[in-house]
């Protein structure tokens, strides 16, 4: 196997593989994913894609409205113009590379509505839109002769190099290589699992971000998490699958442990406020009511069109014991996604030269402190491209030599002590969910500091384990240093 890339890009999300079809077809490629190449965050997004796109009721500054009032005007203006302006761009692109939206009767691309959103400017592939991109994208990519595509393979560490950077990757049988590049691009998702609950899947670990500030990146606003506020709740899976906002923007209602409605206690806009306001109303809702039980009823619509409009959540919940189309579904706000990130400018480039950040682990600020609903898949699309354009204008001055790390091997080293990672879920579930809780916040930071003191003092053996619980003490590290 080659080890030496013009360009290596870690995840295998949205991002991560927009950015490989964009970069020039004579740059050597290496995309490298922790697990298998559909598990990501980008194949479980079910709403869909925002964005002006031949839209003669709508027009980019409303979107930009809606996303700077859903971020709490906290946005930067400079990426967020570049996000909405180029989002005619990538939806249209994305389709000639495959990608099948829901068409009306006349054959019009449907758009839908969600919460925040003041027009109907959603794109969508029924209500597994994510899946259907990552698939679509994939199908490109492994038809690009100059990517090579590398599953199970675990990012250990990274070091900055006098041609780029040395990454040291451990492979599937366990064995570990160093990989170099001119480039390196940082594709690697949320910190979902540093929560007891969440709607991320398992590779959601926050490995990007950690190992980009031990590297000297600068990591901004790493405490705005957003919390979904109708995720399945069933208590007894660490991984809630979500309902999808779109549930609500087609009519669902929100009813508290009475089977009453009352968004219309806590926001004009009832059902379809931002996400932040939804969840705070629940939760200020569940101590007025003390009960956490809280449900999504959506029965009062035909339901031939709900089979058809959402068949993946209906199915999904069908396995769970629930009709969508006759029942009351119970819902709780749980974590959903991250507005910081490692800070990029408007190429998604961070202040370390030639290293890049797309997707959910950036922080390009478009979101603010509380993302608008399906501009996660855009800001994948419209960023992942700056940082291919940027590359291939700085590639052309690159080295013909790669400059390598000799990384250290401890064969000697004990595994780290059990218990490490569930640990930390429990010290952010109590003390930074929807309302903070500032003792509990205090107390935490205190045990986290031990921890991440502990990880990064001794010497123990280099496994999933060990580098998922030094990336999850890293991240509620920086989260908690923040809130308090």
Do not use: W
């Amino acid at each position: 196997m080659n080890n030496n890339y013009d360009v290596i890009i870690v995840g295998s999300g949205v991002s991560g593989l927009y950015a490989a079809i964009n970069l020039p077809e004579n740059l050597n490629v290496l995309i490298m994913t922790k697990r298998n190449l559909t598990l990501c965050n980008s194949a479980l997004a079910q709403g869909g894609i925002a964005g002006v796109y031949d839209s003669p009721n709508d027009n980019i500054q409303l979107h930009q409205n809606d996303t700077l009032i859903a971020g709490g005007f906290k946005n930067n203006n400079e990426t967020l113009h570049i996000l909405v302006s180029e989002a005619a761009y990538d939806i249209s692109n994305i389709m000639k590379l495959g990608v099948d939206f829901d068409r009306n009767p006349d054959g019009t691309l449907h758009r839908t509505l969600e919460g925040g959103h003041c027009r109907h400017r959603i794109f969508h592939h029924k209500d597994a839109t994510g899946f259907e991109v990552v698939t679509k994208l994939l199908e490109k990519v492994k038809q690009l002769k100059n990517v090579t595509i590398l599953e199970n393979a675990l990012m250990c560490d990274i070091k900055k190099t006098s041609t780029g950077f040395s990454l040291n990757i451990q492979l599937e049988d366990e064995s570990n290589q160093t990989f170099n590049s001119h480039f390196l691009i940082l594709g690697t998702g949320g910190i979902g699992r540093v929560y007891e609950y969440t709607t991320n899947s398992a590779i959601a670990t926050g490995d990007g971000i950690a190992m980009a500030y031990e590297l000297g990146a600068d990591i901004k606003n790493l405490s705005f998490v957003q919390f979904h506020p109708t995720a399945f709740n069933n208590r007894h899976t660490r991984e809630c699958f979500l309902i999808s906002e779109a549930v609500r923007g087609e009519g669902a209602y929100l009813l508290n442990c009475k089977g009453e409605r009352f968004m219309h206690n806590y926001d004009d806009r009832l059902e379809l406020a931002p996400r932040d306001v939804v969840s705070h109303a629940i939760i200020l809702e569940s101590r007025k009511q003390n009960s956490t039980e809280f449900y999504l009823d959506i029965s009062h619509k035909d339901p031939e069109f709900l089979r058809n409009r959402f068949p993946m959540i209906y199915k999904n919940l069908l396995d769970q014991g629930y009709d969508l189309t006759k029942d009351r579904v119970p819902i709780f706000p749980c974590q959903h996604y991250l507005m910081g990130g490692i800070n990029v400018d408007c190429n998604a480039q961070t202040k370390i030269k030639g290293l890049y950040a797309v997707g959910e682990c950036s922080h390009t600020g478009v979101h603010g402190n509380n993302r608008l609903a399906s501009n996660s898949l855009l800001e994948a699309l419209v960023f992942s491209r700056q940082a291919a354009n940027n590359i291939a204008k700085d590639s052309q001055s690159c080295p013909d030599k790669f400059d390598t790390y000799d990384f250290p091997v401890n064969t000697q080293a004990e595994h780290i002590p059990s218990g490490i990672r569930t640990e930390v879920r429990h010290i952010m579930q109590q003390a930074y969910f929807v309302i903070p809780d500032k003792a509990a916040a205090v107390e935490g930071f205190e045990r986290i500091k031990e921890l991440k003191k502990m990880l990064s003092t001794q010497s123990y053996h280099i496994d999933a384990n060990y580098i998922e619980a030094r990336s999850l003490v890293t991240v509620a590290y920086l989260v908690l240093k923040e809130v308090i």
